[in-house]
């Protein structure tokens, strides 16, 4: 994809996309801890991050439909695309691992959709604004829950400390694909329409250290980034999440309840 | 299904995705160690096996089709029921575990499976007995490789025959429903088509209890038998396998290779 041969509806299209396939697939990633979590207050806490980030879905993927013009719900946008058109960062396709790793992937992931709703709420998009502004409510609250979660496992039992460190080592190359901006991100970001990718990363980095200095945990130093999620190039877990969620569409074509 | 309503060409629709669908399920979770296994030579052996299974299963679907009438192929027998119409054991369905475990899967059907054909090899039904006699040359190689597994690593390291142990004490209340005759059998046993499936205990007895014994293994005394496969009730694991193996189908309809 050429930046001369992007429109901005093109442009526009593909944001969101990014922004509801990175909800939609997390979401998938929390709602596989339905009836497994360690104890009840955790599952239901899961579910209904599940549950918000699906809803961001609807309006990110069904914003998209409209901007792309050819009639497409948001159910047939997630429900009816093979993995090579999902737009999702790979930190969301990331397995669930433990607990304490689930929850590793949410704050990094969390972090820094707070730090884009806050951006994209001033966005010269009016309908992005008030998507950003909706989810941003919800989104305060899972930041905040994930941060504690991290600080409580990390500053923990040597066990916990333990895995919470390996969650940060794995996760931390998925990290830097936020942060990297394309042609997609140049030609909204010429309209006010979202941020430069790079602007969040200090932010970010500040927010995510404070919370790993107090979880006692290390921020590894490594720079490498894996990167792909966002322009299609995804890992084999997305396969298997795609063939989980999509079964019932699949199965049964146009299926409503 | 009472036995009254059934008609020998219902039965033997019935029995013959059973067949199928034992080597259709167990080859899709032999197939999920393609390239991770725990050596090269066992990788290709276990493709080697779910390939072997996979070929019989396009002979019992298709036979299937066939007696059905309706013109349905074996792919799409395969690929287009949901997890209801299954009927193959339970066992088949269960999750691979580890190495051991899945080789221990693998000699409980085996050893059922090689002694199933044998009786069918006389089925009155020439088609069953053709099929049979191929599938059986194949199944006496499996049977035979399983086993030597089973003993070694039952009679391996403290570390391998603890898990040993522990995956026949895991899938033994799985074999029972092998040897459970229904409506379905009875049917077929009175013309001579298929044999009851109470008489295949003693032989599998027989040859389980030898390859047991050799591998300094403890069979479980326990006579409860989970049921419910045969006739359509699975486990839940059958609807992520389903999603898995059913996706490309389901996905674009009709494809062809």
Redesign the interface.
């Known amino acids: 994809m050429t930046n001369a041969a992007l429109t901005t509806d093109e442009a526009l299209f593909q944001f969101l996309l990014r922004l509801g396939d990175n909800t939609l697939i997390l979401s998938h990633r929390v709602s596989e801890w339905c009836g497994h979590a360690p104890v009840i207050e955790e599952d239901i806490a899961l579910a209904n991050t599940a549950l918000d980030l699906i809803g961001q879905t609807q309006f990110w993927l069904g914003l998209a439909g409209e901007v792309e013009g050819k009639g497409r719900s948001a159910d047939q946008i997630a429900y009816l695309r ?1 993995a090579w058109d999902f737009r999702n960062l790979l930190l969301v396709e990331r397995p669930n691992g433990d607990f304490g790793k689930t929850l590793m992937r949410q704050f990094l992931f969390d972090a820094w959709q707070s730090l884009m709703l806050a951006k994209l709420m001033k966005s010269t998009n009016i309908r992005i604004a008030e998507i950003a502004e909706k989810a941003s409510k919800e989104v305060a609250y899972h930041v905040e829950r994930s941060a504690d979660t991290v600080v409580g496992l990390g500053d923990g039992t040597p066990e916990s400390h333990a895995r919470m460190q390996t969650a940060l080592d794995d996760l931390y190359p998925y990290v830097g694909e936020m942060f990297i901006g394309d042609a997609v991100d140049a030609a909204l970001v010429k309209d006010g329409i979202a941020p430069d990718p790079a602007s969040l990363r200090n932010d970010w980095d500040d927010l995510v250290g404070r919370v790993m200095a107090e979880a006692t945990l290390t921020i590894p130093q490594k720079p490498f980034a894996h990167v792909g999620g966002k322009s299609g190039t995804h890992t084999e877990h997305l ?2 999440v ?3 969620m ?2 019932l569409q ?2 049964y074509p146009g299926a409503e309840w």
Chains 1, 2 share one sequence.
């Open positions: 093979d396969g298997y795609l063939a989980d999509q079964f699949r199965a």
